[in-house]
């Protein structure tokens, strides 16, 4: 409705928003594909906020895709926008989005100097949802430089904001994920792996990408409450073998 008119604006929010579910799809160069051209037009507005935003999908993206120093060179890109912007209230994701590319480049002092800019910009929104999120996208940095305490406790902090506002953790972040994770470390095992396999039926029928994610949590579920993947967890990954 929107191609070949002069909302550019609008146009480009609808080819970022169509990438974001391109890639719940796993469908990663279409989803690609659409952000270039999202960032694209929103340049042609010089529509900086839009651009930073854009540009952290993008650096997202490419570390989804495993394209790490393309993912960096996105992550800046994000950064230098969203500086420049008259507002852009969401620098804090740009930096954790650096952040993690950084960490698995095998740059962890880098990944930290953008953590800590992340957590400074979270302070100063000081917004319960912007807590939140924080939280849990620094749970993911923790693990990735192998601190599963400090995992935990951050988890624990997300869920504890949650509740205060009366909300559950998956239903506000969509991140099952960390769900399963801390309950297996707080809980135990065995309700983890009931709640695990019950995301995988409901959400993970209609989600490609939560079922991937879902699939991996449950193999870890699996391996360390009985020391063996079960081979229909092996044949589920296998499928996403092609992606």
Not at 11 to 32: H, I, K, Q, R, T
Not at 119 to 138: A, M, P, Y
Not at 156 to 180: C, M, P
Not at 185 to 209: I, K, M, Q, W
Request: charged fraction near 25%; glycine fraction near 8%; charge should be negative.
């Amino acid at each position: 409705l929107l191609e070949g008119s002069r909302r550019l604006g609008e146009l480009s929010l609808a080819y970022n928003g169509l990438a974001l579910s391109l890639e719940e799809l796993l469908d990663l160069p279409a989803a690609e594909q659409a952000l270039l051209r999202a960032l694209g037009l929103a340049k042609q507005i010089a529509d900086d906020s839009r651009c930073s935003i854009v540009a952290g999908n993008l650096c997202s993206l490419c570390t989804v895709s495993g394209r790490f120093a393309e993912a960096v060179e996105a992550g800046h890109q994000s950064i230098r926008f969203g500086k420049r912007a008259l507002n852009q209230p969401a620098l804090m994701n740009s930096y954790l989005n650096l952040a993690e590319a950084y960490m698995m480049l095998g740059r962890p002092d880098d990944a930290r100097e953008c953590w800590s800019l992340a957590e400074k910009q979270s302070r100063d929104e000081n917004r319960w949802r912007t807590k939140l999120q924080f939280s849990i996208e620094s749970a993911n940095l923790a693990l990735l430089e192998g601190n599963v305490g400090k995992a935990i406790d951050l988890l624990s902090t997300a869920e504890q904001v949650a509740e205060s506002k009366a909300v559950r953790l998956g239903a506000v972040i969509g991140l099952h994920k960390w769900q399963a994770f801390l309950m297996a470390h707080t809980s135990g095992f065995d309700g983890a792996l009931e709640f695990t396999r019950g995301v995988c039926d409901s959400v993970g029928s209609r989600n490609p990408l939560v079922r991937f994610e879902m699939t991996v949590v449950l193999a870890w579920i699996e391996r360390h409450r009985s020391g063996s993947v079960s081979r229909e967890t092996v044949s589920i990954l296998s499928d996403f073998e092609r992606f």
